[in-house]
């Protein structure tokens, strides 16, 4: 239960942004004065731009951190105990990324201010990529993945 208790609460998290508080209009709401207050001599479409990019990372982010929590979930880490890396455990991992990203798009099918789109569950899988890897490269430069010698 320790280990799938985050997963489910950041698959809530991610739940709940993908409903009304979460569409372009609310969040723009937010980054765009902010922007408009930082920078006031950029444009409205360059503001749209950063707006989107700023949408898109946070994709590209919370899907990298869900399969992080998975991977987590399904490896069951104990302190102090050396595992190599299971590429296998990684591939489960994105594959409950993905197949949540795919979900959550067809639920913003029926919200009435998003869409579903096939380019989200690409982003979202690019995240679950980039997170894996780039927790995969930590672990081999911090030996995390090093076989003990007997």
Not at 4 to 12: D, F, I, K, N
Not at 114 to 125: A, P, W
Not at 129 to 138: D, S
Request: hydrophobic fraction near 50%; charged fraction near 20%; include cysteine.
């Amino acid at each position: 239960m320790k280990y799938w208790t985050p997963v489910l609460l950041w698959m809530a998290l991610i739940f709940g942004a993908s409903g009304e508080r979460g569409s372009f209009k609310q969040s723009s709401r937010i980054i765009a004065p902010l922007l408009h207050w930082l920078f006031p001599h950029l444009s409205e479409d360059f503001i749209y731009g950063v707006v989107l990019v700023i949408r898109k990372c946070a994709h590209l982010s919370e899907y990298g951190i869900l399969a992080l929590l998975v991977w987590r979930a399904l490896r069951k880490p104990v302190r102090g105990k050396i595992r190599p890396w299971q590429w296998t455990e990684a591939a489960e991992a994105l594959w409950f990324a993905v197949l949540y990203a795919a979900t959550d798009e067809f639920h913003q099918t029926f919200i009435p201010s998003r869409e579903g789109c096939l380019r989200d569950v690409c982003i979202d899988t690019t995240g679950a990529v980039i997170g894996l890897f780039l927790f995969w490269l930590l672990g081999c430069w911090r030996n995390w993945w090093r076989v003990e010698a007997n």
